[in-house]
Structure formats: structure tokens, C-alpha cells
């Protein structure tokens, strides 16, 4: 099992610009998260997914949108990039919901918006 | 909101040592779910240990185990016979019914050999 893949590892957008941040597991897991870590602090959930087809928002959503067409693919889009997006980016997975059970962290993508 | 505070921006501790990391956390929920996480200079984050409110006791794994005091909403981790891998950031998270995950800032700790 590869786990949880996110690519890619690094990107600089330029303002306004869009990407999507591409995340997969292999674990045939039910939930899936996004999550933002800015630097000196701790993560913040953007969106997350109970299953395919249905998605929510979690603390931070605004400025990002998900879909999530298949049990293991969740992208994460950013349609008008701007600095405050400036983060590492982890997408996560589990099973069962996150309070009872594991969550298996991607390695993380660092996005830099100038 | 839910909010949880780390007030231990860094700790350090002699290796074989033990240390204890701090975690206080607000809410009004009476069924939640309390983690630490550690994030190595790899950046991925590895659950160490987990914690239901409802259970009154404290969770352990190996030379992990947590001290748990609901009404005073505290969650420390306490970490025995220190060793070189341990050495990590170190988050508090606090989980709810709603699904919502809320992290601390982080404790960075320093094994010492």
C-alpha cells in the first residue's frame, strides 16, 4: 500500500492563479480530510469527505472547493490563488470517522502564492 | 468555538528521560475526542495516542500515556524513557461529534543525548 499520496510536493503560484492539489489513498478508506498548517501553528480542516459524493466544509473552506468522484481521489482546488493561501497543505484519510480511528496523513504539499 | 492551547512553545529533555507536554482545551461538548499527534522533520503526522472524554481513564501506549482531568479541560502527554526518535513537533487536537478537528500550535521537543 502506497497509503496517502499527494502531488505535488511544491508549487509557487502567481495571484489569481488556480491549481488543484491532487490527493489519493489506497486503503479503501470512507473519510478523507483537508487540512492547512500555516507556519508556527497547528493544522486547520478546510473541507472534508464522509464518502464518495458527499462532501463539508470544515473551520477554513472559503477560497477552496473539493469533489470527491471516487472512494480514493479528493482534490483540493484553489481557483483565485492569493498569499493568504501561502501554507503546506496535508490531506489525510481513515476509515471510520477520525475520532475512532486512525488518520493516515499524506507528506504534505507547500504551496507558496506571490 | 472550540479552541485548544499549547503554551510549551519548545521543551527539551535528556535522553532515557521523561518528560510531560501540556495541552488545555475549550468546550461546551461533553463527548469529544482528544489526540496527540507528533510531526517529525518529515512533515507527516503520526497519531500517538488517543483519548475518549467519556473514559475516565487514562489512555496509554507503550512509553506514551496521557493525563486526562475533564474538568479542568487539561490534556497533558507524558513521554517515558526518552529516546532520539521522539524528538518532533507534538499537537494537541481536539475532535467533536460534528466532525471537526481543532489543533493546538504545537510543542517542538528536543531529545537531548
Known amino acids: 500500500n502506497a497509503g496517502v499520496t499527494q502531488t505535488p510536493k511544491f508549487r509557487i503560484l502567481k495571484i489569481g492563479q488556480s491549481m488543484t492539489l491532487q490527493c489519493t489513498q489506497d486503503m479503501n478508506h470512507n473519510y478523507m480530510y483537508w487540512y492547512r498548517q500555516d507556519p508556527g501553528m497547528g493544522l486547520k480542516l478546510i473541507y472534508y469527505?464522509?464518502?464518495?459524493?458527499?462532501?463539508d466544509k470544515g473551520e477554513v473552506p472559503n477560497g477552496y472547493n473539493v469533489s470527491r468522484s471516487t472512494t480514493e481521489d479528493f482534490p483540493l482546488r484553489l481557483e483565485l490563488a492569493a498569499p493568504s493561501q501561502t501554507s503546506v497543505y496535508f490531506c489525510a484519510s481513515s476509515h471510520n470517522e477520525a475520532s475512532t480511528d486512525t488518520q493516515y496523513f499524506g507528506p504534505g504539499t507547500r504551496l507558496t502564492v506571490l | 468555538a472550540q479552541t485548544v492551547t499549547q503554551s510549551q512553545p519548545e521543551m527539551s529533555v535528556q535522553e532515557a528521560e521523561t518528560v510531560t507536554l501540556s495541552c488545555t482545551y475549550d468546550t461546551s461538548e461533553s463527548d469529544y475526542y482528544l489526540f496527540w499527534y507528533k510531526q517529525p522533520p518529515s512533515r507527516q503526522m503520526i497519531l500517538v495516542i488517543r483519548q475518549e472524554a467519556y473514559k475516565q481513564q487514562n489512555a496509554t501506549e507503550n512509553r506514551f500515556s496521557v493525563n486526562f482531568q475533564k474538568a479542568a479541560k487539561s490534556f497533558s502527554l507524558k513521554i517515558s524513557d526518552s529516546q532520539l526518535g521522539d524528538a518532533a513537533m507534538y499537537f494537541c487536537a481536539y475532535w467533536n461529534t460534528g466532525n471537526q478537528f481543532y489543533f493546538g500550535t504545537g510543542t517542538s521537543l528536543t531529545v537531548i543525548p
Open positions: 469527505s464522509v464518502g464518495a459524493g458527499i462532501t
